[in-house]
Each structure stands twice: as structure tokens, then as C-alpha cells.
């Protein structure tokens, strides 16, 4: 199973916003609405941001939003803070009832 | 409280096993999904597998096939995961994690644990 596909990295100025997408075939991302992301600041563990495509957990920002089209998710980060810093990974169910992580994107603020 | 705690970092040399350990607290371990993460230095996110503590059902990536055994033990509400034949390539933070059945979101993690792989 090939990891999904993200930008490498995505930068933006604090108040901007900026889009991450996560890439993937109709067996993951396309075929399932079970698609999250995760923030990992560095030496941190990664934390749940959206669930679902579109579903934020209690206690993270509505700052962040999901969503899909086809084989790409999408996440969106609106405001950008200094404190959006850090990396971005997407996932996905699979076909044959594993998960699959995205390459992971550096989020840079400006 | 919940809480996913992890054994210490480990050392082995080439061609050796190492077994990690990922203490829940009793309702996550009755309730939840357990998954292994790992993270090779400066690299990405990689699932490894899942096990179900109440039934021991294991499903395992393809890449780790026939070198990944994840087990538990129920008195201790306590899952294991076990990597054999290491390589270099096997250099990496290892994270527990868990998942309500069939939510497809890993919502709590462990703190990681560090596994060098050198001779």
C-alpha cells in the first residue's frame, strides 16, 4: 500500500489560510469517508485534528476544517497562528482493512 | 483517567527482536482498538497494525508481514508489540495508539518509544 500523497510543504502568513491536500486512489481516500488528519509538533505525538473528512474533535480550533473531492481530502487552516507550526499527516481506511499515512506536510508560518 | 504508557527506548543489535509495550488504562483496553505507529528519524508516519485486546484479532500491515506479532494480556491490560529480524531500516519512534471500533480516527497516544537499531 503506498503511503498517500501530500505537498511537502505549505506556508502562509499569520491570518491567512492555507489549504494541505492528501491524495489517494478510489481503494482509500476515494472509497471510504474515513479519512483523518493529525498535527505532530517535533518530538511531540501526533493529535487528532478532523475525523471523518469533515469532523473536528472537542477542544481543536474550528480554525481547521476537512473535506473531499474524489481521491484528494483536503484540510484547511484559516487564521493561521504561529502555534499552526508543524507537521501534517493525513490517513485513510483501505481497501483491504488496513491504514495508510500521508507523506506528511510542513506547515511554515511566515 | 485514560492513558496509553509505553516501555523505555531500546538498543538491539542487527538481526535481533525487540518487543515494545503499551500500557492502557481498563476502559480503553475493553472499549478501544489498539494500532502501532512508527516514525523513522526525520521521516514520516507509518501504520504498522491493529490488534483487538478483548479477542486478539490482529491485522497487520503488508510491509511487516511474518516480522510483526502484536499481542496482549488481559490482567494487565497491556498490549505488546514484537519486531524480529531488525535492520537499520527498523531505527524509529514506535507509538501505540487506539480507535473506537470502526471510527477510524486515533484519538489518544502513547508518548513513544525510541528503537535504535545498531551494531
Known amino acids: 500500500q503506498s503511503a498517500l500523497t501530500q505537498p511537502a510543504s505549505v506556508s502562509g502568513s499569520p491570518g491567512q489560510s492555507i489549504t494541505i491536500s492528501c491524495t489517494g486512489s478510489?481503494?482509500?481516500?476515494?472509497?471510504?469517508?474515513?479519512v483523518s488528519w493529525y498535527q505532530q509538533h517535533p518530538d511531540k505525538a501526533p493529535k487528532l485534528m478532523i475525523y471523518?473528512?469533515?469532523n473536528r474533535p472537542s477542544g481543536v480550533s474550528n480554525r481547521f476544517s476537512g473535506s473531499k473531492s474524489g481521491n484528494t481530502a483536503s484540510l484547511t487552516i484559516s487564521g493561521l497562528q504561529a502555534e499552526d507550526e508543524a507537521d501534517y499527516y493525513c490517513t485513510s481506511f483501505t481497501s483491504i482493512h488496513t491504514y495508510v499515512f500521508g507523506t506528511g506536510t510542513k506547515v511554515t508560518v511566515l | 483517567q485514560e492513558h496509553l504508557v509505553q516501555s523505555g527506548a531500546e538498543v538491539k543489535e542487527p538481526g535481533a527482536s525487540v518487543k515494545v509495550s503499551c500500557k492502557a488504562s481498563p476502559y480503553t483496553f475493553t472499549n478501544y482498538y489498539i494500532h502501532w505507529v512508527r516514525q523513522a528519524p526525520g521521516q514520516g508516519l507509518e501504520w504498522m497494525g491493529t490488534i483487538r485486546p478483548t479477542t486478539s484479532y490482529t491485522k497487520y500491515a503488508q510491509n511487516f508481514q511474518g516480522r510483526l506479532s502484536m499481542t496482549r494480556d488481559t490482567s494487565t491490560s497491556t498490549v505488546y508489540m514484537d519486531v524480529s529480524s531488525l535492520t537499520s531500516e527498523d531505527t524509529a519512534v514506535y507509538f501505540c495508539?487506539?480507535?473506537?471500533?470502526?471510527?477510524?480516527?486515533?484519538?489518544?497516544w502513547g508518548q513513544g518509544t525510541l528503537v535504535t537499531v545498531s551494531s
Open positions: 471523518e473528512v469533515t
Open positions: 478510489s481503494s482509500d481516500v476515494g472509497g471510504y469517508n474515513h
Open positions: 495508539t487506539r480507535e473506537c471500533p470502526a471510527c477510524a480516527k486515533f484519538d489518544f
